[in-house]
């Protein structure tokens, strides 16, 4: 009888485990997560090897097999799975919202979330625009600090298809929030945004009351511009 997919991953990627990188690596993420000690070009080169050999999976299966990736102990793991979800997210359903919010929730750092925020949440709502209201508004007011990040940062790509009073209102409700992966989170957001028009960014940081970091943060990239 055949190994499950998912333990012929765990399997494969536990061989190639490195206990000289191990603690450097769980260190950098203040000893959260475990870790196998496998960069990330290993780690890459080494899953798209397995991928070769054993298939990759597919639609509602490859949703399952992340999951269950998710929920192995190594850091290396939650990474595969969303390489795997990012693959599929063209075949994502309208059902599979509240999949990506559960990866958001759990074991939530700014690796995993900003991933998913951007490459995978964001690109998610740009195919099911209508879920946006009501997600956004659901994230705010929730107590997770995460999800409310993940409602500043999901159009970081959208550009010109910015909803901007969405993207204004979002960082106005949180301006006054102390967590600092907040604070550069708007700053983060407001930043990518100049790249597409400076001067609505220029107003609406002179007009808003923000953190010394969002401000800092958000007008990088228009300073950097003037000094060319």
């Not at 998710?70 to 693959?87: G, S």
């Not at 999800?147 to 409700?173: E, S």
């Not at 006054?176 to 700053?187: H, M, T, V």
């Amino acid at each position: 009888m055949s190994l499950p997919y998912t333990d012929k991953f765990e399997m494969w990627l536990r061989e190639h485990h490195n206990a000289s990188y191990a603690p450097s690596m769980e260190a950098y993420m203040r000893n959260q997560f475990p870790f196998l000690g496998i960069k990330n070009p290993e780690r890459v080169a080494l899953t798209k090897q397995f991928w070769k050999e054993h298939g990759f999976p597919k639609a509602d299966e490859g949703v399952q097999i992340a999951q269950e990736l998710w929920q192995l102990p190594e850091r290396e793991f939650a990474y595969t799975a969303m390489m795997i979800l990012v693959k599929l997210r063209k075949e994502l359903e309208k059902s599979h919202l509240e999949v990506l919010e559960g990866f958001v929730v759990t074991k939530s750092w700014w690796d995993t979330v900003d991933i998913i925020a951007d490459h995978l949440i964001g690109y998610y709502l740009q195919q099911f625009p209508e879920l946006i209201p009501a997600s956004v508004e659901k994230w705010l007011v929730s107590d997770n600090m995460w999800l409310q990040r993940t409602a500043i940062l999901f159009q970081l790509k959208y550009k010109q298809k910015t909803d901007v009073p969405l993207l204004f209102d979002c960082i106005r409700r949180m301006a006054d929030s102390k967590e600092f992966f907040i604070r550069k989170a708007i700053g983060w957001a407001l930043r990518e945004y100049s790249k597409t028009d400076a001067e609505a960014v220029r107003a609406f940081v002179a007009t808003t009351e923000l953190s010394p970091l969002s401000v800092r943060e958000a007008l990088k990239a228009i300073h950097r511009s003037e000094l060319k």
